[in-house]
């Protein structure tokens, strides 16, 4: 008897794809995605479709409720609360064992790098690398479960960001400085002081997502910046 298998690189490649358009908007909130669909639109097999859909409703990229057809994810604001604060909890215990070793991972300066870099030449498009940021940062714990958590919420924390790029709420000034103070932070070994700059980091970015979908905006939004002012200063 023949075993009939799916070519997994074709769903990966399939996955990624769409989870590309859907963070480019190229596939918008509540767009309906079927089997028939996919399979046309990379010209694959029904089940290799099914696949990659499975795997992006398992990822949270698509929904499905009650046996109906997918949908691309909606956020609310209070998703995008709930997603943040799950990751304010996480990151900020991987910045306080960071903090105690003083251990400042290269990955972080260089995309920190890359959004000034960004920031100079006029772009908002900064998204991947502040993502890069901050992953180096949970990476460099050297924990291959907390890295595998943080990245199930990775595609929802681009995603929450993806809503804001462009549109100038989220100031690359005050991410850049934030960022390079928290490394700082590391360095000295600060570790509450560091758990509270991100805690102020993450919440900005939270209430701005949270009104940006319809929400209202939480206090945290318009506070400025500790970091532009420990510069200032």
């Known amino acids: 008897m023949v075993t009939k298998i799916v070519v997994t690189s074709v769903i990966d490649a399939v996955v ?4 590309g ?21 990379y010209d694959i097999a029904r089940a290799t479709a099914k696949a990659a859909i499975e795997r992006l409703v398992g990822d949270k990229v698509l929904v499905r409720k009650n046996h109906k057809t997918a949908r691309v994810v909606e956020l609310g604001p209070e998703d995008v609360r709930d997603i943040y ?3 304010t909890y996480l990151e900020s215990e ?22 000034q870099a960004l920031w100079e030449r006029g772009s908002y498009e900064i998204v991947d690398p502040d993502m890069r940021f901050h992953t180096a940062l949970i990476d460099s714990l ?3 479960r907390t890295s595998q958590i943080y990245g199930s919420l990775a595609f929802e924390v681009k995603l929450c960001m993806a809503q804001l ?7 690359p000034a005050i991410i850049v400085a934030e960022h390079e103070r928290i490394l700082q932070l590391i360095e000295a070994g600060d570790g509450e002081g560091v758990a509270a700059l991100l805690a102020e980091h993450l919440a900005r970015a939270r209430e701005l997502l949270a ?7 939480g206090p945290e939004a318009f506070l400025p910046s ?3 002012e420990t510069v200032r200063g």
């Not at 358009?21 to 639109?41: C, D, H, M």
Request: aromatic fraction near 0%; proline fraction near 4%; hydrophobic fraction near 45%.
């Open 16 to 19: 990624d794809d769409l989870k």
């Open 21 to 41: 358009l859907v963070l480019a908007r190229g596939l918008e909130a509540g767009t309906a995605l079927t089997e028939a669909e996919v399979a046309a639109r």
């Open 85 to 87: 604060r799950t990751r």
């Open 94 to 115: 991987v910045l306080r064992h960071l903090a105690e070793r003083r251990a400042v991972p290269p990955d972080s300066r260089v995309a920190n790098a890359e959004i």
């Open 142 to 144: 050297g924990s291959a």
């Open 165 to 171: 790029q462009g549109s100038q709420q989220l100031s």
């Open 211 to 217: 009104g940006a979908l319809g929400g209202v905006p």
């Open 226 to 228: 500790s970091a532009l």
